[in-house]
Nanobody
Framework: QVQLAESGGGLVQAGGSLRLSCLAS????????LGWFRQAPGKERDFVAN????????TYVDSVKGRFTISRDNGKNTVHLQMNSLKPEDTAVYYC????????????WGQGTQVTVSA
């Protein structure tokens, strides 16, 4: 059974940093494309960043470029999201997700971790 478990969320002041982690189990981790999404209160879940199987290619939504960095450690079945210069508008529940080779949709999702940025 595939499981994704996020950690690292919390409350931080604007301008601060957090590092989110997502540990995967039940998958051949290195074959999966990984992503981070977020959902703010009353809004839809939005894409934040993703990373290919070997970590060589990463993409970001414009609003986080230069502030967030996605990375993965295939040896530890973990994907990270380093978030710097946080803003109140980054407040949301953050989810990690995985999709297999050739899949157009993210198949597996974690339960989410809350990130709150105070002004």
């Amino acid at each position: 059974q595939v499981q994704l478990a996020e950690s690292g969320g919390g409350l931080v002041q604007a301008g601060g940093s957090l590092r989110l982690s997502c540990l995967a189990s039940g998958v051949t981790f290195s074959t999966y494309f990984l992503g981070w999404f977020r959902q703010a209160p009353g809004k839809e879940r939005d894409f934040v960043a993703n990373i290919n199987w070997n970590g060589g290619i990463a993409t970001y939504v414009d609003s986080v470029k230069g502030r967030f960095t996605i990375s993965r450690d295939n040896g530890k079945n973990t994907v990270h999201l380093q978030m710097n210069s946080l803003k109140p508008e980054d407040t949301a529940v953050y989810y990690c997700a995985a999709k297999g080779i050739g899949s157009s949709k993210y198949t597996y999702w974690g339960q989410g971790t809350q990130v709150t940025v105070s002004a």
